[in-house]
Structure formats: structure tokens, C-alpha cells
């Protein structure tokens, strides 16, 4: 999977490099190209934004720059053209993200990133390149670098290798239900016992149990997914 991301802020990104999509990228699974849309500007000063038109309040990023940035790596095209590459935009505006949207992008190839900052970008360029606005939830923050490292985290744990299968198969959100809940060594803790069932060795019991739970919490905690 290839992410090409357009942003003004690339040093924001280190904590991708780390962990499991730092292996993932060191593996050769995931490729995570950081295009900084400032090296596009012509301006001497090094401009990428400017007052906008009819007033108000902020700065908003120039389309050609921004467009610029964009043919660098994806040539002359416009949207749905861009070499098979889906060019998703990260703003509050777009389709809130979930499980179902993260899956079905993991199934692209190789996804173009743009991250607005300030108070937004300029319509046309979205116009001409943008595929799909995609939100990470109701609430506004300063830059569309962390939503694009949300949708990245997120994707690449799809991708063929990152996780081993069973991880995906058994958490959150995978078959509608959250998780059960995990314990690990020691058997006591401050007085609280591991559930008896996973020390039986009895993997129908415990997987009888873990489906129990998962319903048990889902229904507590978030019963608007069991409708
Ligand atoms: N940019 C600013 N806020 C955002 C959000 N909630 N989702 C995606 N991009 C954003």
C-alpha cells in the first residue's frame, strides 16, 4: 500500500515511523511518501496561503500550489485519474470515518493524502483533484496531519502482513461487537483473579465466554452498534 501525503507540516509525521507501521514500512509493506506542499510554492517568501476573497477571518492555502504539489506526483491529471491513486482530503466536512470505510480502503493500492491547515483550502483545487472528503469525527482540529496519520494507522493494519490475521478477526468493531476483555500473567492482581474459564484449557468454554462478553460490554457500552 502506498500513501503519498500533501502536507505544509511533514515533521509532523515521526510518530508513524514508529512501532508496528515502522516495521511495516522497514518490511516494505506500506510506503509512506511526504510531499511538503511549501517546496511547490513559486513565491520567493515561500507563500502558501493568502486572505480570501470576500473577507474574513484566517488564511486559506492556495490551489496552485497546492496543485502543483499534487502533479508532482501524480501527473497532469484530475480527479479519478490520478493513476489509480484515490485522492482523499481530510476535513470535518467529509464522511466520517469508520471500521467498514477503513476496509474498504485497504483494498486500494495507493491513496493521495491532502491535508488542509489554516482555514482551509482553496474550493477550486478541491474541485479538480479530491475523490472523497473523509472526516475522523465531529469536533474541528488545527491541521489534517493527524486525521491522515488516523486513516493511515488505521488502514494499514489491513494490509496483508502488518497484523497477524487473528488480531484482525477478533477485535473491536470486527464482527459488529467490541472485545472481550484480556488478561495476562499475573494470575492475581491487587486481590482480582483471572476469570477462571481461561485457565481451563477448555477452548469451547472460552470462546463461549469471550462471545458472551463481547455481547455483554457491547450492550453496555455502546448498544447503538447492536441495533
Ligand atoms: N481537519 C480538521 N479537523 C478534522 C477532522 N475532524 N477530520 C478530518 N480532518 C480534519
Request: aromatic content about 8%; proline content about 4%.
Amino acid at each position: 500500500m502506498k500513501f503519498d501525503v500533501l502536507t505544509l507540516f511533514p515533521e509532523m509525521f515521526a510518530p508513524i515511523k514508529q512501532s508496528i507501521l515502522g516495521r511495516a514500512i522497514e518490511n516494505k509493506l506500506i510506503d509512506i511518501n511526504l510531499i511538503n506542499i511549501r517546496d511547490f510554492s513559486e513565491n520567493k517568501h515561500k507563500k502558501v496561503d493568502d486572505t480570501p476573497y470576500g473577507g474574513g477571518a484566517g488564511m486559506v492555502m492556495m490551489p496552485d500550489v497546492v496543485y502543483r504539489a499534487y502533479q508532482s506526483i501524480a501527473g497532469k491529471s484530475n480527479k479519478g485519474k490520478a493513476g489509480g491513486a484515490k485522492v482523499i482530503y481530510m476535513t470535518p466536512q467529509g464522511k466520517k470515518l469508520n471500521q467498514k470505510k477503513v476496509e474498504d480502503l485497504s483494498k486500494e493500492s495507493h491513496l493521495i493524502i491532502l491535508c488542509g491547515h489554516y482555514e482551509g483550502i482553496d474550493q477550486r483545487v478541491i474541485d479538480k483533484i479530491v475523490d472523497e472528503e473523509i472526516s475522523i469525527g465531529d469536533y474541528v482540529l488545527t491541521g489534517g496531519e493527524i486525521p491522515a496519520m488516523v486513516l493511515m494507522d488505521s488502514v494499514s493494519r489491513y494490509v496483508e502482513g502488518v497484523l497477524n490475521e487473528d488480531s484482525i478477526n477478533e477485535e473491536s468493531f470486527s464482527n459488529g461487537l467490541l472485545e472481550y476483555p484480556q488478561y495476562t500473567r499475573p494470575e492475581e492482581f491487587e486481590g482480582m483473579k483471572v476469570p477462571e474459564v481461561l485457565l481451563s484449557g477448555h477452548h469451547e468454554n472460552i470462546e463461549k465466554w469471550r462471545k458472551e462478553k463481547s455481547y455483554e460490554i457491547t450492550k453496555m457500552k455502546r448498544p447503538d452498534l447492536l441495533k
